[in-house]
């Protein structure tokens, strides 16, 4: 699975973003799907995962409520929606796929779940 991000830019706080994340490969409706963040000088955290048909999300306690994470396997894309942008969201947000069948199943938020990592886009909110 090869993975591509974008819709990255910069933003008011306040305001919203969505980023894409597209998938080739037959295997991506069969894959858990995340979202991790790196702010700069931290490490790599997960922001949220979904699992293969949509079923199951999960959420870092720092987004929810204003991120949510839909897919659509028919177009191999699972996409991060931002809302109430905050300065502290400021990173490059990386999209990874799970092929586990725990992963695909649940949702995964650890790193080392994940097996193919896109090459990040990079969000900036200003205040």
């Known amino acids: 699975v090869q993975l591509q991000a974008s819709g990255g830019g910069l933003v008011q706080a306040g305001g919203s973003l969505r980023l894409s994340c597209a998938a080739s490969g037959r295997t991506f409706s069969n894959s858990g799907m995340g979202w991790f963040r790196q702010a700069p000088g931290k490490e790599r955290d997960f922001v949220a995962s979904i699992s293969r048909y949509g079923g199951t999300t999960n959420y870092a306690d720092s987004v929810k409520g204003r991120f949510t994470i839909p897919r659509d396997n028919a177009k191999n894309t699972v996409y991060l929606q931002m809302n109430s942008l905050k300065p502290e969201d400021t990173a490059v947000y990386f999209c990874?796929?799970?092929?586990?069948?725990?992963?695909?199943?649940?949702?995964?938020?650890?790193?080392?779940?994940?097996?193919?990592w896109g090459q990040g886009t990079l969000v900036t909110v200003s205040s």
């Open positions: 990874a796929a799970a092929s586990s069948r725990s992963c695909s199943t649940y949702g995964c938020d650890g790193l080392r779940d994940y097996d193919y």
